[in-house]
């Protein structure tokens, strides 16, 4: 059973950093492309991050970039997200989950909280 | 930026037919994903590649696209069918995931 558990969130200060962590396990995770995909509290999904099986592609949304990194380590079964100078509106509940390369993203973990108030 | 446009809101009774439809500049040329969440819960893929169904998905979802307007259509909808969805595409001109504006979907 494909099973990605995510950590790290937590109540943060505006211009504070957090770092969200995701273990994965029941899959053959370096055969995966990863990503991490957020949702404000009563708002849609929104893509954040992706990266590629062996982390040689990286892509970020537009909000995060220059902001935010993503990394993994396949040795470790493990993502992760590096998020810096953070702002109220990256408030919102943060899900890891798995895709073949650019398709459809196939499972997803019950997410961690990220809020970001002074 | 790539755009995909969904109704707020698709009312319906049980045992008719859903249709929520994702509209996206000539998104027929792109493969569209529809995600399912209930609240409190993590989405969950039900149509992938425009039509194609995950294992344990029921045939009653099914999906298609064409021009500028794609479809995931609920037959015989049930109670339990009640949720956001959201489509989705990879837009290779950005590099980018692109989620619909997403669809409450209501059971009367």
């Known amino acids: 059973e494909v099973q990605l558990v995510e950590s790290g969130g937590g109540l943060v200060k505006p211009g504070g950093s957090l770092r969200l962590s995701c273990a994965a396990s029941?899959?053959?995770?370096?055969?995966?492309?990863m990503n991490w995909v957020r949702q404000a509290p009563g708002k849609g999904l929104e893509w954040v991050s992706s990266?590629?099986?062996?982390?040689?592609?990286?892509y970020y949304a537009d909000s995060v970039k220059g902001r935010f990194t993503i990394s993994r380590d396949n040795a470790k079964n493990s993502l992760y997200l590096q998020m810096n100078s953070l702002r109220a509106e990256d408030t919102a509940v943060y899900y890891c989950?798995?895709?073949?390369?650019?398709?459809?993203?196939?499972?997803w973990g019950q997410g961690t909280l990220v809020t970001v108030s002074s | 930026s790539y755009v995909l446009t969904q109704p707020p809101s698709v009312s319906v009774a049980p045992g008719q037919t859903a249709r929520i439809t994702c509209g996206g500049n000539?998104?027929?040329?792109?493969?569209v994903h529809w995600y399912q969440q209930k609240p409190g819960q993590a989405p969950v893929l039900v149509v992938y590649?425009?039509?194609d169904r995950p294992s344990g998905i029921p045939e009653r979802f099914s999906g298609s696209n064409s021009g500028n307007t794609a479809t995931l259509t609920i037959s015989r909808v049930e109670a339990g069918d009640e949720a956001d969805y959201y489509c989705q595409v990879w837009d290779s001109s950005s590099d980018h995931y692109v989620f619909g504006t997403g669809t409450k979907v209501t059971v009367l």
């Open positions: 590649d425009d039509s």
């Open positions: 989950a798995s895709s073949t390369g650019t398709s459809e993203i196939g499972d």
């Open positions: 990266i590629s099986s062996s982390s040689s592609y990286i």
């Open positions: 000539n998104i027929g040329s792109k493969s």
């Open positions: 029941g899959f053959t995770f370096s055969s995966y492309s």
